[in-house]
């Protein structure tokens, strides 16, 4: 089963700018599609982006577009969140997760999920 660790995620002011890790490790780790979720407290967790195992094929939720960017690095099996612009709604848990389905993995069915890392925008 592939392992999936995120980091990165801390406090920031708005406006500012964060990166979040994850790093995929176990059999196969290369060949699954991965992104990143959110969940803010009192809602429900959400899709934020994914990229295709070939880094070739990125997608977002609108209310990201423009501001967060996605990239792997192959290599590495590690995916990476630039998150840029940051406002106090996108406080929440981000969560990485994996799937060798594009379309599962956008939907959040059954990914593996990492365990969360907390970003806090503040005024």
């Known amino acids: 089963q592939v392992q999936l660790v995120e980091s990165g995620g801390g406090l920031v002011h708005t406006g500012g700018s964060l990166t979040l890790s994850c790093a995929a490790s176990g059999p196969g780790a290369n060949h699954y599609n991965m992104g990143w979720f959110r969940q803010a407290p009192g809602k429900e967790r959400e899709f934020v982006a994914a990229?295709?195992?070939?880094?070739?094929?990125?997608d977002y939720t609108n209310t990201v577009k423009g501001r967060f960017t996605i990239s792997r690095d192959i290599a590495k099996n590690t995916v990476y969140l630039q998150m840029d612009s940051l406002k106090s709604e996108d406080t929440a848990i981000y969560y990485c997760a994996a799937h060798r389905s594009i379309t599962a993995l956008k939907s959040g069915t059954n990914p593996r999920w990492g365990q969360g890392t907390q970003v806090t925008v503040s005024s």
């Open positions: 990229i295709t195992w070939s880094g070739g094929t990125t």
